[in-house]
Structure formats: structure tokens, C-alpha cells
């Protein structure tokens, strides 16, 4: 066997093992719910819980981390209620058209309070009112 062969041979077998420990260790987002809580206790009301993987499965990322502007860093988007109901960030889908509208607070405020801000549910996702 020639040395580029073997070379070229276990460049594959480097590929296969970097594919097979990626596909096992999946980004945690992936599954997971959000909690935004940046501004929502402070200002009264309960965490939002966001099921990432519900949209994610729905509508492709860049309609949201691009068009939408949601940077992709849990809690590192400044959402205020007024942006929503004018039709920005959730509010673009969440407007009784799309989906149901910004007055059913309850649904997307489903947080347990004194929930932080990040990635909850790793693996799995549970939605609203779990966490
Ligand atoms: C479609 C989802 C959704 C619905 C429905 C919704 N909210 Fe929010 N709301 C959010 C998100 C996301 C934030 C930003 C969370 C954070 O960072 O704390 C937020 C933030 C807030 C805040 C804090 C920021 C600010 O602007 O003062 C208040 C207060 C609030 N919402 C009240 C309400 C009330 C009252 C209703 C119902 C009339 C409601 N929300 C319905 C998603 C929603
Ligand atoms: C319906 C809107 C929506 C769609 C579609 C969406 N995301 Fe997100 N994503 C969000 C929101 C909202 C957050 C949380 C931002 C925050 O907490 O301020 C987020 C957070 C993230 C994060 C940060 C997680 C962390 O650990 O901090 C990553 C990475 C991400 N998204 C990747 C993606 C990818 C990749 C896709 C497509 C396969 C996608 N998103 C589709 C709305 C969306
Ligand atoms: C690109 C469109 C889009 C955006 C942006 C979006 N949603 Fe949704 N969302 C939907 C659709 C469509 C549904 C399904 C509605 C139905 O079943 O009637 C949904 C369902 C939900 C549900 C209930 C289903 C579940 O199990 O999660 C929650 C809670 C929710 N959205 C919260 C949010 C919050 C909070 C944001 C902003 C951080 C957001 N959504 C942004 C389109 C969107």
C-alpha cells in the first residue's frame, strides 16, 4: 500500500469518528426550552418559557436569527413587551394570525418564578408551564 493511500485511509477513519461523536453529543440547544427572564420579574410577571425545538422544527433558524434579529445566545436579547405587541420578535408570528396573539400572556409566561435566564431541558424539550 502506497503511503498516500494509508494517509488518505485513516483521514477517513478520522472523518467517521469526528461524525459519530457529533451526531452522539448533539448541541444542547437543539431540544431545549429557553427561559427569557431578563426584564419579565422585575417587571411583575413570570419567566417566558420559549420551546426551541417546537419552532425550530417549523420554521428555519434564519427567519428568526436574522430576520427577526434574535441574537442566538440564550438571554442575550433585550425583549420588551411594547416590541412584541408592535409585531417585532415573537410578535411577528404571535399576533392572532400566525399564531395565537400577545393577549395570552399566561402561555408564553408559563415560567416558574425566580427562574434564570438560559437553556433548561437539555436533551428534551417540555414547553410551557414545566419549568
Ligand atoms: C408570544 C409570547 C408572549 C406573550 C403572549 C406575552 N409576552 Fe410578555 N414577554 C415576552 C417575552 C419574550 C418577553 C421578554 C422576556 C424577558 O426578557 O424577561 C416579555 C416581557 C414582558 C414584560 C417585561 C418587559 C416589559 O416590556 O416591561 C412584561 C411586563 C410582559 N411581558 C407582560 C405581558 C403581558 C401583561 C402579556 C399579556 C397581555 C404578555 N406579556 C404576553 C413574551 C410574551
Ligand atoms: C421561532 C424563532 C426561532 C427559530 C426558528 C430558531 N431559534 Fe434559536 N433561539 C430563538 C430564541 C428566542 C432564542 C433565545 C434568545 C434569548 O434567550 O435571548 C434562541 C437561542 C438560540 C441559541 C442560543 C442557545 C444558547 O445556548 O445560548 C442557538 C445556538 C440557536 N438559537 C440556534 C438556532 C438554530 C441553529 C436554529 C435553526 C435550526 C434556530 N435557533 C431556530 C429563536 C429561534
Ligand atoms: C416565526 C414565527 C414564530 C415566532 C417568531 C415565535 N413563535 Fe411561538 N409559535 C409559533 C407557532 C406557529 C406556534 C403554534 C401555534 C399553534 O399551535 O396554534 C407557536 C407556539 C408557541 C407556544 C406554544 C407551543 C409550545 O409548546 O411551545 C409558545 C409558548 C410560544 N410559541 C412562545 C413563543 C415565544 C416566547 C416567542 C418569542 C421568544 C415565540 N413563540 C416566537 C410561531 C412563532
Same mark, same amino acid.
Given at each position: 500500500m502506497?503511503?498516500k493511500?494509508?494517509?488518505r485511509r &485513516?483521514?477517513i477513519?478520522?472523518?467517521?469518528? *469526528?461524525? @459519530?461523536?457529533?451526531?452522539a453529543?448533539?448541541?444542547?440547544?437543539?431540544? =431545549? $426550552?429557553?427561559?427569557?427572564?431578563?426584564?419579565?420579574e422585575?417587571?411583575?410577571?413570570?419567566?417566558?418559557?420559549?420551546?426551541h425545538?417546537?419552532?425550530?422544527?417549523?420554521f &428555519?433558524?434564519?427567519?428568526c436569527?436574522?430576520? *427577526?434579529? @434574535?441574537k442566538?445566545r440564550?438571554?442575550a436579547?433585550?425583549v420588551?413587551? =411594547? $416590541?412584541?405587541?408592535?409585531?417585532?420578535?415573537?410578535g411577528m408570528?404571535?399576533?392572532?394570525n400566525?399564531?395565537?396573539?400577545?393577549d395570552?400572556?399566561?402561555?408564553?409566561?408559563?415560567?416558574?418564578p425566580g427562574?434564570k435566564?438560559?437553556?433548561?431541558?437539555?436533551h428534551?424539550?417540555l414547553g410551557?408551564?414545566r419549568w
Amino acid at each position: 500500500m502506497s503511503r498516500k493511500t494509508m494517509t488518505r485511509r &485513516r483521514l477517513i477513519r478520522i472523518c467517521v469518528t *469526528l461524525a @459519530f461523536a457529533l451526531a452522539a453529543f448533539p448541541a444542547p440547544a437543539e431540544y =431545549a $426550552d429557553v427561559v427569557l427572564n431578563k426584564r419579565s420579574e422585575k417587571e411583575g410577571v413570570r419567566p417566558v418559557v420559549f420551546s426551541h425545538w417546537f419552532h425550530r422544527i417549523r420554521f &428555519r433558524c434564519k427567519v428568526c436569527h436574522f430576520e *427577526l434579529g @434574535f441574537k442566538m445566545r440564550a438571554g442575550a436579547n433585550d425583549v420588551l413587551m =411594547a $416590541d412584541i405587541i408592535d409585531g417585532k420578535f415573537c410578535g411577528m408570528c404571535h399576533n392572532n394570525n400566525i399564531a395565537w396573539g400577545a393577549d395570552r400572556c399566561d402561555l408564553c409566561h408559563s415560567g416558574r418564578p425566580g427562574l434564570k435566564s438560559g437553556i433548561y431541558g437539555g436533551h428534551q424539550t417540555l414547553g410551557p408551564g414545566r419549568w
